[in-house]
């Protein structure tokens, strides 16, 4: 959800040739949420981009997945890139985001991270948290 952190992983993401995972995750969110009248051409143009033989950002899906797709969009809906954006967001949540988490440009991020200072108001400002708490029983 996080812009400068998404852009942070794409960057490390075309840093190991893997961009258009990300790419098509986010194609699959603009179909799934986009405009109705645009979904025709929204699937159209993620079979073209990332799909079909010879794509120029061709994503790495399973022939099970790659079927099940296949046959949806012959009646393209909103929905119909569900399962192939499932099985690319399992391979960055298994393999890339791990290996992002571990990298240098992520702990760069962190570093530059502004934390905010707690906006959390109490209601009975009097009560105060127990500076130390007594061991439980």
Known sequence: AD??????????LKKEFSAENLSFWEACEALRY???????????????QFLAPGATRWVNID??????TLEGIKT??????DDAQMHIYMLMKKDSYPRFLKSELYRNLLAEAVIPPETKKRVFPFMRKQRH?????
């Open 3 to 12: 812009p400068l952190g998404r852009a942070q992983l794409l960057d490390f």
């Open 34 to 48: 986009g405009e109705q009248s645009r979904v025709a051409d929204a699937v159209s143009d993620i079979y073209q």
């Open 63 to 68: 022939s099970k997945t790659m079927e099940r």
């Open 76 to 81: 393209p809906h909103r929905y119909v890139m």
């Open 133 to 137: 708490s007594s061991p439980s029983p």
